[in-house]
């Protein structure tokens, strides 16, 4: 079992930034690659970034890239999610999930989950 709790988020108006957190506890954090998804209300849990067990892989959804990074730091057992310039359509609860061995970006595909972080972006 692998156990994730998200922290970090909270509201920030249009252009603002935000770092999420995972901190991870359980089996082997390095076994796993780790992804971020959001969900926002009536819309369905979709893929945010992803980064590899060893951190030098990283992977971004189309309307993220150039403003949110994604990290790792294995000697802390923790996994970030660097936003920044946010915008409204930010809004959403944001997870973080982890995979054995290789990054996916269906949510279906992951193993363990965190129970979500609240970030709101005011207009």
């Known amino acids: 079992q692998v156990q994730l709790v998200e922290s970090g988020g909270g509201l920030v108006q249009a252009g603002g930034s935000l770092r999420l957190s995972c901190a991870a506890s359980g089996r082997t954090f390095s076994n796993y690659a780790m992804g971020w998804f959001r969900q926002a209300p009536g819309k369905e849990r979709g893929f945010v970034a992803a980064v590899s067990r060893g951190g030098s892989g990283t992977y971004y959804a189309d309307s993220v890239k150039g403003r949110f990074t994604i990290s790792r730091d294995n000697a802390k057992n923790t996994v970030y999610l660097r936003m920044n310039s946010l915008k409204p359509e930010d809004t959403a609860v944001y997870y973080c999930?982890?995979?054995?061995?290789?990054?996916?970006?269906?949510?279906?595909?992951?193993?363990?989950w965190g129970q979500g972080t609240q970030v709101t972006v005011s207009s």
């Open positions: 999930a982890a995979r054995s061995v290789i990054y996916s970006t269906t949510p279906t595909q992951y193993h363990y």
